[in-house]
């Protein structure tokens, strides 16, 4: 937690398919710097929102809930989900998205949350949805960190009105700043701080600017940051905050990576494939056109469709979290169940891995102490019998 808010991190991941009778594919742009990775796919978009928990040395983004971000305007009405509203408009895009999303989690909550975005949300409307998620006492319950753009500007205070020279209505915006020319402008105002930033001791420079951002109408705070060569600028939406917090915040994003690159890879959480006849073909060259299903039937077999393809993710998510809270809260015993071997032992915790063949030796091994659970019943009915494999004959 900082300052009494829960941590939260949210990202979008992009997932090949091919299919052509699947909801929600469509043509995506991933950028990378990856020549192995191509620029144009063919898939799922989801964003995800994720919990810090652990400690500072031992700390994981439990993911606490998904959803397809791209190519569902029309689905998510078959739905019934709510649309997002930025300034009184209707607005589906990845960001409205992903803010109605980090929003539903701190609602949920019921606790003050700070959201911890990367530079391509650091648009007006991730501002303006975090500051319309209140509880029912009207208290704010959602922050915003987020990377700002290279070309970001902010504006001083307005002048007094006795400065106002002549008639006319009095200034609303002060003197324009851009912020990636005060690295060079204001070079002797930058101060020095030490912070822990991914495990390893860094000194670095820093200057902290309150100034008002148009997209927003109002102040925010800015955080311009010389670490060695790079430079980077930071945004947060409360004023309150401490630079040396900001920046702290800001490097546990990548812990999302993390856990991404463990739904994929450790427990196959986006190895689906549900389709519907009721979806129209898959266009190269088009994207598919739902304007045109309006049978009811075929609408509720499309949103049955995503719902299963969501509702596998965030199973996929729920097992994940289980894996992380296990390891933060029974380090010790799994060690002392681990069989494998390791040649390097970085923290206490165990990895998410660890703890799946922990649990998977364990279940294999006292299989017959399972045998009231339900698991236990599914994967007894789905074994092959010798009868089935070799015939009579060999039974």
């Known amino acids: 937690m900082l300052n009494g808010h829960f941590l939260m991190v949210g990202d979008g991941i992009k997932i090949s398919k091919e299919a052509k009778k699947m909801p929600g594919v469509k043509k995506l742009h991933q950028e990378s710097e990856n020549s192995g990775k191509a620029p144009f796919i063919f898939g799922h978009h989801f964003g995800v929102v994720g919990l810090l928990a652990g400690t500072a040395k031992s700390m994981f983004c439990v993911p606490a809930m998904a959803e397809i971000h791209e190519g ?15 300034n009184g408009k209707q607005s589906i895009t990845i960001v409205t998205l992903m803010l109605s999303l980090a929003g539903s989690l701190a609602r949920h ?11 391509y949300y650091a648009v007006g409307p991730s501002f303006l949805l975090a500051k319309e998620c209140l509880d029912e006492t009207g208290r704010r319950l959602l922050h915003v960190i987020t990377r700002a753009k290279d070309d970001v500007v902010g504006y001083t205070g307005p ?23 005060q690295f060079h402008q204001r070079t002797n105002e930058f101060q020095t701080l030490t912070l822990t930033l991914y495990g390893k001791e ?10 008002l951002w148009k997209p927003v109408k109002e102040k925010v705070r800015f955080v311009l940051v010389k670490d060695g060569s790079e430079r980077f600028i930071l945004m947060c939406s409360n004023l309150q905050w401490l630079p040396g917090e900001i920046i702290q915040a800001y490097s546990y994003r990548f812990k999302i990576e993390v856990t991404f690159k463990g739904l994929k890879h450790l427990l196959g959480s986006f190895f689906y494939r549900f389709w519907t006849k009721a979806m129209p073909k898959l266009n190269r060259k088009t994207s598919v056109d739902l304007s045109y299903v309006t049978d009811a039937a075929k609408q509720r077999l499309i949103a049955e469709t995503v719902n299963a393809i969501e509702g596998f993710v965030n199973f996929g998510c729920i097992a994940f979290g289980i894996l992380q ?9 799994i060690w002392r169940k681990y069989t494998g071997w390791l040649r390097t032992k970085k ?27 339900a698991i236990f019943q599914i994967i007894g009915a789905k074994q092959r019998r010798r009868l089935h494999l070799y015939g009579e004959d060999a039974a």
């Open 109 to 119: 909550l019921a606790k003050p949350c700070l959201l911890i975005l990367d530079a």
């Open 347 to 373: 923290t206490v915790v165990p990895s998410e891995e660890i703890v799946r063949l922990v649990i998977q030796e364990d279940f294999y091994h006292n299989f017959d102490d399972f045998r009231n659970t």
């Open 72 to 86: 569902v305007d029309m689905i998510r009405a078959f739905q019934g989900k709510q649309i997002p509203v930025v």
């Open 202 to 211: 860094v000194t670095l420079s820093y200057l902290c600017l309150d100034l």
């Open 159 to 181: 002048p007094p009105a006795t400065d106002k020279p002549g008639k006319g209505r009095p200034p609303v915006w002060g003197k324009k700043v851009k912020l990636r020319e």
């Open 325 to 333: 809270i296990l390891a933060l809260n029974y380090p010790i015993t």
